[in-house]
């Protein structure tokens, strides 16, 4: 059943009456401006907030980290001022991510946002895209450990974010956490999911909504070696929203990835059947995982049809 036909759906003719639902405008152009914009602002003021404070702070010190030369000198300010950029990532997204979206909702399309956004229940079989998820993660890990191998500098350089995510005492893991796998799993799913896929399902047809939705949300991340990964990622996300219009289910698998990545950081796995010496999965777990996610999007296609047509008709 294709899913462009939604926008005249009984709930959009019923519900559907804010300033982008007017005769004349279309709501994807709208939802594609609001993204974008919120991208920007959300790099601008984590930017100015950060940066502001850090170099206040090294003002009143009277030093620079003298003793501290490159790669190692942004090492030593991720560990420094760690709590700070956490801080600020939790605040900057909740606000504008969550906050900002949610209110553009209610006046460009309507105030029944639970409804408009897909806060529904979901079917035990649902569960399956918890499984595809688990499987997701050593496909993608596996593509960025082989594309960073090309690039030695940039592999380097990768190394020295974990100095902002590895810290195992239980405090700062919770705020890792709450920061970078909470915070994300709630926030970007209702502006990528649950508002601009939404939005765009009402006039694309499957796969186009989670396709451009999923790549956007790549792009967002601003990491040219990990974009395959991380379009993989947009993609599956998209594509369990698809199959069971439940943002709970894509916000649970986000949250699940990152904690998981998060877990692994803190804590090197110590199973030589499953990981080398570096820490990276080995290949032959990377090939198993690839067959089990195919096997779990394709199942979850399976049930795709009927829920698409319980999503249409919200």
Known sequence: MPEAGAAKDGYERRQLSGSWERRGRNPLVGALVLVVGLGALYML??????????????????????ERRGLEMFAEL??????VILAVLTATQFLIFLLLPLRAIRRWHTP????YLGLRRFAPAGLLSVAGTLFLLPV???IASWL??????LERWSQVGNALIVDPRPWPLAATLLAIAVTPGICEEVLFRGYLQRTLQRRLAFPWHFLVSGGLFALFHQQVLSLPSLLIVGFYLGF?????????LTMLSHFLYNAVLILLANFPPRWPAVFNLEGDFRWQVVAASATLFAAAVAGMGLLRPGNARRLNGL
Do not use: M, T
């Open 78 to 83: 991720y560990r420094r001022y760690r709590p």
């Open 45 to 66: 003021v984590q930017g100015l907030l950060v940066n502001g404070f850090i170099l206040a702070d090294l003002a009143r010190r009277g030093h620079l980290l003298e």
């Open 140 to 142: 993608s890990s596996g």
């Open 148 to 153: 960073l191998s090309y690039f030695p500098a």
């Open 240 to 248: 369990v929203y698809a199959c069971f219009g439940s943002l709970y």
């Open 112 to 115: 029944q946002l639970p409804a």
